[in-house]
């Protein structure tokens, strides 16, 4: 089992970047797959960025791509994603999640095993 705890999140204008960081608990971080969902207000939580276990593998929604980049340091046991250009689109409560599955599974199947507690992020226009 892995703990999982967001950090990062925040008020900002649009336009503006922010970097979500994601520390995870447990020696055996390497071995996931790791992605951040999102769940703007009144709608269904959403993929947003995968990553795989050695980070070869990247994925995004349309949504955020090109503008968010997911990146992984194993040796500190955190994935993150950086968010520029953010619109007030982005605004949701941002999840980090760990799967035993792959990236392609929290993809395109929006499964994961391990759920961090969520980060409001907040892009006024």
């Known amino acids: 089992q892995v703990q999982l705890v967001e950090s990062g999140g925040g008020l900002v204008q649009a336009g503006g970047s922010l970097r979500l960081s994601c520390a995870a608990a447990?020696?055996?971080?390497?071995?996931?797959?790791m992605g951040w969902f999102r769940q703007a207000p009144g709608k269904e939580r959403e993929f947003a960025a995968a990553?795989?276990?050695?980070?070869?593998?990247?994925l995004y929604a349309d949504s955020v791509k090109g503008r968010f980049t997911i990146s992984r340091d194993n040796d500190k046991n955190t994935v993150y994603l950086q968010m520029n250009s953010l619109k007030p689109e982005d605004t949701a409560v941002y999840y980090c999640?760990?799967?035993?599955?792959?990236?392609?599974?929290?993809?395109?199947?929006?499964?994961?095993?391990?759920w961090g507690k969520g980060i409001l992020v907040t892009v006024s226009s």
């Open positions: 999640a760990a799967a035993t599955t792959t990236a392609q599974t929290m993809k395109y199947y929006g499964a994961a095993d391990y």
């Open positions: 447990g020696r055996t971080f390497s071995t996931y797959p």
């Open positions: 990553i795989s276990r050695s980070g070869n593998v990247i």
